[in-house]
């Protein structure tokens, strides 16, 4: 199976977030034994800031065995269409497109979508499936 990994849960290992780095690397190594581990260019974006360099953060990946890929079409087009379901539910602006990017890459791409946000992705990406660390015992 080809598991999504967002943003959150990257972070969680990468600043390490004292609360929730165990639960978050466990999800991302048993989600690596199940198959490919992939990540869009918005969530690259996101987790920029995090490296020194584009080399750097680049073997990171590689070691982790992670591999970045375009959202594609058909991925942005789901974006697309759960961004205007939320914004006709009266959906704030706390959410942005690169939100819908990521659970739009998931759907059109991965299996899975490994995040701490589940209530988002659930509603907006039904089908999708969701492994959210936090709620682990």
């Known amino acids: 199976m080809i598991s ?3 943003t959150s849960v990257l972070l969680d290992v990468f600043l390490p977030d004292p609360l929730f780095l165990q639960n978050s690397r466990q999800a991302i190594e048993e989600a690596a034994l199940d198959g490919q581990l992939v990540i869009c260019e918005p969530v690259y974006a996101e987790l920029a800031s995090q ?15 992670i591999e970045v890929e375009s959202v594609g079409r058909s991925g942005a ?18 959410r942005i497109i690169t939100d819908f990017l990521i659970g739009g890459h998931a759907q059109s791409r991965a299996g899975c979508l490994v995040t701490r946000d589940r209530g988002f992705y659930r509603k907006y990406f039904k089908g999708l499936v969701i492994l959210d660390p936090s709620q682990r015992g």
Do not use: H, M, P, T
Request: glycine letters at 12%.
């Open 4 to 6: 999504a990994l967002d």
């Open 51 to 65: 490296f020194s360099s584009a080399s750097r953060f680049d073997s990171v990946l590689e070691e982790i065995g």
């Open 77 to 94: 087009f789901l974006a697309g269409q759960a961004f205007k379901a939320y914004r006709k539910a009266g959906g704030k602006r706390e």
